[in-house]
């Protein structure tokens, strides 16, 4: 799935990658960015060594809800610490 992206949005998520220290939320934004390049989903699954379910719902998080972090692990941190 293919999704469209504007300039200022791809910014952004360039931005929030180059500083983002968690990995899995990385993975998210090269999943989003590299769909929006044209990137099919099991182009991107093999890129980032992760499963092509993964990258499907990395994009449909995005696109519903513009969210890029995994809310359960963030309550589990919150809730652990």
Request: aromatic content about 8%.
């Amino acid at each position: 799935m293919k999704i469209q992206l504007t300039q200022e949005q791809k910014t952004e998520l360039e931005a929030q990658h180059m500083k983002e220290r968690d990995s899995k939320v990385c993975d998210h934004i090269k999943a989003v960015l590299l769909s929006s390049e044209g990137w099919t989903q099991s182009h991107i699954a093999q890129a980032l060594r992760i499963h092509e379910t993964t990258v499907a719902i990395h994009i449909s998080d995005y696109l519903k809800h513009k969210k890029l972090k995994n809310e359960f692990f963030i309550a589990e941190m919150i809730f652990f610490a």
